[in-house]
């Protein structure tokens, strides 16, 4: 019978690859159709540092797309003691925040050949110990926790799960001051924050609101208490601070509870964040009241919604893809020295000059 005569899925079946039909073609594959040695394809595909003449290495890895083979990750993370992966640990991929740090931690893995993983913690103590487990496991070369830590050291289980990791060979960076972790990626929150309240105090304001998240979150303490000392050292009053979280959803909550107690005209709003900003926005244009000369906000980290929010919002710029790309190169780098993050001061239409 010929294959005209056959059902369609089976016509299919019959013209796909012989490894879409079968087994998983294996690098002795590879080296049989290659007409090299099994050690000559190996080199040639695992990244060996044994020189690979480039007619063998170009013959290997016309062999290897032509059978559509790839290279066991798990078999190379345990020959070699680790695979070639980064993994990346944020707080929350929706949030712009994390999603610019990743970017630069993604620009370096591609310099140096490497992939990325991401995984959310939620801020959750518990869930992050059970993400670092599952990851040694898979044995990647580096680990960055970049999501915004609590005071204190690190919860004992994810403790104890990071010095595994580093046991066996793992690099470890975190983001901010934590003294549990020897390479540190570390954004000055504080000294960003209180150039913004000398600057908004500097454009006439003299009474703030805070939207910060829940004492004890490093990035948000440093942020908040930051500005505290910017603003009132430059005779401003902050009325109150009023504590959510790091979500858009937080910021317009809390406006909204803020406009429901009064909020006088002239008022200047400090978020934590862009998105908290953003939120508050949100919140006071639902109200019925104006962003700017009515109420102003400013907001911190310069997302780029931050130009793209109607008016533009005022902000401090943290190169976030710089310390991404920082982070990297801290789990790769032997040497490491993290060098500066220069933070400044963006003021746009949401903050426009008070009248005297």
């Known amino acids: 019978m010929t294959n005209s005569a056959l059902p369609a899925d089976q016509q299919a079946s019959a013209r796909a690859p012989r490894h879409a039909r079968g087994p998983a073609p294996t690098l002795h594959d590879v080296a049989?159709?290659?007409?090299?040695?099994?050690?000559?394809a190996s080199r040639a595909?695992?990244?060996?540092?044994?020189?690979?003449?480039?007619?063998?290495?170009?013959?290997?890895?016309?062999?290897?797309?032509?059978?559509?083979?790839?290279?066991?990750?798990?078999?190379?993370?345990?020959?070699?003691?680790?695979?070639?992966?980064?993994?990346?640990?944020?707080?929350?991929?929706?949030?712009?925040?994390?999603?610019?740090i990743a970017s630069g931690v993604a620009r370096g893995a591609d310099e140096d050949g490497l992939v990325v993983t991401i995984a959310i913690t939620e801020r959750d103590q518990a869930r992050e110990a059970r993400i670092v487990r599952a990851l040694r496991g898979q044995r990647p070369r580096g680990l960055i926790l970049a999501a915004s830590r609590t005071q204190g050291t690190i919860e004992t289980d994810t403790a104890h799960e990071l010095a595994e990791f580093s046991r066996l060979g793992g690099t470890v960076v975190a983001f901010g001051p934590d003294a549990d972790i020897e390479r540190r990626v570390e954004?000055?929150?504080?000294?960003?924050?209180?150039?913004?309240?000398?600057?908004?105090?500097?454009?006439?304001?003299?009474?703030?609101?805070?939207?910060?998240?829940?004492?004890?979150?490093?990035?948000?303490?440093?942020?908040?208490?930051?500005?505290?000392?910017?603003?009132?050292?430059?005779?401003?009053?902050?009325?109150?601070?009023?504590?959510?979280?790091?979500?858009?959803?937080?910021?317009?909550?809390?406006?909204?509870?803020?406009?429901?107690?009064?909020?006088?005209?002239?008022?200047?709003?400090?978020?934590?964040?862009?998105?908290?900003?953003?939120?508050?926005?949100?919140?006071?244009?639902?109200?019925?009241?104006?962003?700017?000369?009515?109420?102003?906000?400013?907001?911190?980290?310069?997302?780029?919604?931050?130009?793209?929010?109607?008016?533009?919002?005022?902000?401090?710029?943290?190169?976030?893809?710089?310390?991404?790309?920082?982070?990297f190169r801290a789990t790769v780098d032997t040497a490491w020295v993290q060098p500066p993050l220069p933070l400044e001061v963006v003021v746009r239409a949401s903050t426009p000059v008070l009248a005297p």
């Open 32 to 40: 049989r159709e290659a007409g090299v040695s099994l050690a000559t």
């Open 45 to 100: 595909l695992n990244g060996s540092e044994r020189k690979v003449a480039e007619s063998f290495r170009e013959r290997v890895e016309a062999a290897a797309e032509k059978l559509g083979y790839t290279a066991n990750v798990s078999a190379q993370a345990t020959a070699r003691g680790t695979s070639p992966v980064i993994a990346l640990l944020v707080a929350d991929i929706a949030d712009p925040y994390f999603g610019q």
């Open 187 to 327: 954004i000055d929150n504080h000294a960003g924050a209180e150039a913004l309240g000398k600057r908004m105090a500097d454009l006439g304001y003299r009474s703030a609101i805070v939207l910060g998240a829940s004492q004890g979150v490093r990035t948000s303490d440093d942020r908040v208490a930051g500005f505290h000392s910017g603003f009132e050292g430059a005779e401003g009053n902050i009325v109150s601070v009023r504590r959510g979280d790091f979500r858009r959803e937080s910021g317009a909550a809390e406006m909204t509870a803020a406009l429901a107690e009064g909020v006088p005209p002239g008022t200047l709003i400090f978020a934590i964040s862009d998105v908290v900003a953003i939120g508050a926005m949100a919140a006071i244009r639902e109200s019925g009241r104006e962003v700017g000369a009515d109420i102003a906000v400013c907001g911190f980290d310069d997302v780029p919604a931050a130009i793209d929010v109607t008016p533009a919002l005022t902000t401090v710029r943290v190169p976030l893809s710089e310390a991404g790309y920082q982070a």
